[in-house]
Structures are given as structure tokens and as C-alpha cells.
């Protein structure tokens, strides 16, 4: 879709990244079939497709409502499952992040709804206050109207320890996420199974949030200080560990973009994409592991299978006509030739 950028917009970096971004959407509407607010809803204003759109004619000046437009982004809960379907590559998110910072630059909230939004982002970036106000929870939650007693979360307490960490591969796991204080035996459990694999998992407590939480609620310059206390925690500790391993996936689609939020800070830009580089889903490493050592063991019980038989009957000469058979089967004191050079 082409954009027309309004003259407010022609020459900034907002207008000119977002003409770019909407430009490659075709509006087929392939990325509505994975979206759950367009599923459930069936507006076509509540799934990416009409978003997009409501960002293109906002960026376009055409707009009659900006409240709606933030209504209807502010409904968009941000789990990029349209990115996943769509067969242009839009990239849907960063023009979600650039269409939500430019509406709330135009609009105003209620006094209500920024108090409540500061309150939850600066709750959910304390850890300690998140786990003490979640705590005091379970006593609040009974007294609490029935509309909003579901929506109070109540911390857990941890069932499982931390095993022994004496592997010499390690990894770090972000401990200053709200999952500490509502789900504390996740990095615990993650800790015990990577521990299988012979990698010791570690938290570094300094290191807070990932951002994500002022970054999803447009408040952009909060999201990127967090982020920087981040990356300025973590960074001494590259060179000693194997990966950054994210137990929470939504905090490491953050992480793993702190190269496109930094894009404009030369400061951060490069420490951004190192940790990035080294950013890890918790599902991605057990993938690697299990791929890794079970094939190898397969490819070991099939490679002796195979040489028990050939070799069954004593013959003179093992040959093959693959190069890939030849190595993969040749032992110091038993070569496997190519069928050539009997020939010779
Ligand atoms: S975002 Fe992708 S799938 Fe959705 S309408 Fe645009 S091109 Fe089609
Ligand atoms: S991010 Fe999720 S909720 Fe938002 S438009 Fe995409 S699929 Fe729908």
C-alpha cells in the first residue's frame, strides 16, 4: 500500500520508517486468520489488516478519529501472530510501535488512565514492589468487585529449588520480570532441566526489566532507560556465558530487537546487538540440545550398524561412490576407498 505522508509527517524519521513499513503490505488480509482480537471480534478494525490501514491514514492526515485509532491499537495485544502468516513479511509490530507512539503524541488520555498505566508500568518494572503488592494480593482479592477480583494476579510461592550449578556452561536467565513474583518456579524449573544438559542457569538480579512493559504502553523513553540498565548489567558477562536464555518469550522478542530500538543511539547500538546476538528462547536452546545430542547418537548406533555389516565378512576393501559415506564410515586403521581406485 502506498502512503501519501501528510506534510507533518514528509521528512521525519516516524513518517518516513512507517511509509516504508505499511508500503510493503499488499492489504490481502491472510494475517487476519491468526489474529485472536480478529477472531474473537470479527471487526476488521481489531485485526491487523485494519490497522495498518487506520496507521496509513493517520500517517496520511486523513484520519476523523484518533481516539478510535488508539482504541482499536490499544486492543491489539501485541503477540505478532499476524506476522507469522503474512506472506509480504510486514513487519506488523513496527508499525504498531510507530503508530502507537505518534497517536498517543496527538491524543490525550484520561487523568484515570494514565495514573493507572503509570501505576501498573512502574509496579511491573520494581520486582521487590511487584512481589510485595502481589502478595498483599491474596488478601485484597476477596474484597475486590467481582469485575475486576480476576484481573488481580496473586503471587506463587516457589515448590522447586535451584539445582547445583556446576557446569561449565552457563547461561543467564532475566530475573526482574513479573514472572519471578507470579510464576517464581519457572527459571527454577528451566534451571533444573537445562542442568540435564549440562549448563549451569544463573539470574543477576541488578538487572530489572526488560522494557518491554513501557515499550508496549508507549512510553518509549522509560522503556529504552530500562532497557539500558539492562544491557549495562549484563554486558560484563558476555564473554563468560553461552547465552541469554529467555523463560519468558515476550521479553525476549524485546531483547532480541534492542538493535531496532537503539538504531538512532551510537552509544548503545553496538552492547544492543551483542546481547541481542546472544538472545536466546528457553524453547530454541532445548531444541538445540535435543536436535544435538540424540541425532549424533542416532547418526553413532547407525554408522556402527552399518560398519558391523559390512564388515561382517571379513571383506578386503570397504568402497562407497560418496565422499559424505567415505568419511563418515572411515576409522584410523579401517579406510573406506572410493570405488575408483580399485579401478586403478
Ligand atoms: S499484513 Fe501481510 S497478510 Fe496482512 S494484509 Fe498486509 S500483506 Fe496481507
Ligand atoms: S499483534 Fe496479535 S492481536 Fe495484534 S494484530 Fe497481530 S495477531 Fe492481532
Avoid at 513479511?89 to 487523568?111: C, D, F, M, N, P
Avoid at 521487590?128 to 484481573?151: D, Q, T
Avoid at 539445582?163 to 510464576?183: E, F, N, V
Avoid at 523513553?221 to 530500562?226: A, D, Q, T
Amino acid at each position: 500500500m502506498k502512503t501519501s505522508l501528510a506534510v507533518e509527517f514528509q521528512g521525519t524519521q516516524a513518517g518516513e520508517e512507517a511509509e516504508a513499513l505499511i508500503g510493503k503490505c499488499v492489504h490481502c488480509g491472510f494475517c487476519n486468520a491468526t489474529c485472536p482480537t480478529y477472531q474473537l471480534l470479527g471487526d476488521e478494525m481489531d485485526g491487523p489488516r485494519g490497522r495498518i490501514y487506520l496507521m496509513k491514514q493517520m500517517f496520511e492526515g486523513e484520519s476523523e478519529s484518533l481516539d478510535q485509532i488508539q482504541f482499536h491499537l490499544d486492543r491489539c495485544l501485541t503477540c505478532r501472530n499476524c506476522e507469522t502468516t503474512c506472506p509480504s513479511g510486514v513487519q506488523y509490530a513496527k508499525i504498531l510501535e510507530l503508530g502507537r507512539a505518534t497517536v498517543s503524541s496527538k491524543t490525550r488520555r484520561s487523568g484515570f488512565e494514565t495514573l493507572a498505566r503509570s501505576v501498573i508500568a512502574a509496579m511491573l518494572r520494581q520486582p521487590k514492589l511487584f512481589k510485595a503488592m502481589s502478595g498483599m494480593a491474596r488478601w485484597v482479592k476477596p474484597l475486590a468487585p467481582k469485575i475486576i477480583r480476576k484481573k488481580i494476579p496473586v503471587a506463587r510461592k516457589p515448590t522447586l529449588g535451584w539445582p547445583d550449578q556446576k557446569a561449565s556452561r552457563t547461561m543467564i536467565a532475566l530475573s526482574g520480570c513479573a514472572q519471578g513474583a507470579l510464576a517464581p518456579d519457572t527459571n527454577r524449573a528451566a534451571a533444573q532441566v537445562l542442568s540435564r544438559y549440562g549448563i549451569s542457569l544463573f539470574e543477576v538480579s541488578a538487572a530489572g526489566c526488560c522494557g518491554a512493559v513501557d515499550l508496549h504502553t508507549t512510553n518509549e523513553h522509560k522503556g529504552m532507560e530500562v532497557a539500558k540498565k539492562l544491557i549495562d548489567v549484563w554486558i560484563p558477562h558476555l564473554g563468560e556465558i553461552e547465552a541469554f536464555a529467555m523463560t519468558a518469550s515476550g521479553c525476549g522478542v524485546t531483547i532480541r530487537e534492542y538493535p531496532h530500538l537503539f538504531r538512532h543511539d551510537p552509544e548503545y547500538l553496538e552492547k544492543a546487538s551483542r546481547i541481542a546476538e546472544k538472545t536466546l528462547d528457553l524453547a530454541e536452546i532445548i531444541e538445540r540440545e535435543i536436535d544435538g545430542k540424540p541425532k549424533s547418537a542416532l547418526s553413532n548406533q547407525l554408522r556402527q550398524n552399518k560398519l558391523d555389516a559390512l564388515y561382517d565378512r571379513d571383506p578386503d576393501m570397504v568402497c562407497t561412490a560418496n565422499i559424505g559415506c567415505q568419511m563418515h564410515l572411515s576409522d584410523p586403521g579401517r579406510p573406506v576407498h572410493h570405488w575408483i581406485e580399485l579401478l586403478l
